[in-house]
């Protein structure tokens, strides 16, 4: 097993899951007119281009540590000829991005990818200083389920090396280690709720990156306006 695993792994990584993209329908509707958008690994750009196509009032920026997936990105909307869109290589943890500010910030299968609870909330921390005040944060992701005939066996294996709660290795369909991913507790869900205003969490039922059944959550939450 890896010793341990961390979200700059996927500077490297290829992404290809067996379901392409999970689109956040429900945060069409709540932007405000001329909003500014963030989506963070946006990856190849598939839910940043179609946030683009629905809300064509709004500008939306899409990161992600990829370069390589930057680039699929930036070509699949030369190809749809989206001109209020824009991808840069970043790193939100790591890297500044200049003095900007937004409305609404999208993570979509990213805070699975921070196996390292430090990491995992300097990513919340940077979602919360990139937001201006009363911003949305939506997020969809993968809720830690030991009664899931798929993970239980991985779950336990990473518990007996004192691994953090939720976390398990990766393999490739060759059973190669690719990296530790991390699905979410009842107690992190819980932790979400508190560091920001959360309007509604909904549980699902989809599928995995290799196509395992596997238990979602979507959240949509607001930065307080007191919150720095």
């Not at 629905?54 to 390589?68: L, Q």
């Amino acid at each position: 097993m890896i010793a341990h695993g961390s979200y700059r792994d996927w500077r490297v990584l290829p992404y290809e899951p067996v379901l392409a993209a999970h689109y956040p329908e429900s945060l069409v509707e709540l932007l405000p007119p001329r909003a500014r958008v963030l989506e963070i690994g946006c990856h190849d750009g598939i839910v940043t281009c179609y946030l683009a196509r629905r809300r064509p009032d709004v500008t939306i920026c899409g990161v992600d540590i990829n370069h390589t997936a930057i680039d699929a990105a930036r070509a699949r909307a030369l190809d749809e000829g989206l001109v209020n869109v824009r991808f840069e290589t970043c790193d939100v943890i790591a890297d500044a991005i200049g003095d900007d500010r937004f409305d609404a910030i999208v993570t979509i299968r990213l805070l699975t990818c921070f196996p390292r609870c430090d990491e995992w909330r300097r990513l919340l921390g940077a979602i919360r200083r990139l937001l201006v005040a009363d911003g949305t944060w939506f997020g969809i992701d993968y809720l830690y389920d030991p009664t899931n005939d798929a993970y239980r066996g991985r779950y336990a294996a990473a518990e007996e090396a004192q691994w953090r709660l939720g976390n398990f290795q990766v393999h490739s369909p060759a059973g190669r280690p690719l990296f530790v991913a991390h699905h979410h507790t009842d107690g992190e869900i819980a932790f979400l709720s508190r560091i920001f205003s959360v309007r509604n969490v909904r549980r699902f039922q989809s599928l995995s990156m290799h196509g395992n059944r596997a238990s979602m959550f979507e959240i949509v939450g607001v930065k307080p306006a007191e919150a720095r």
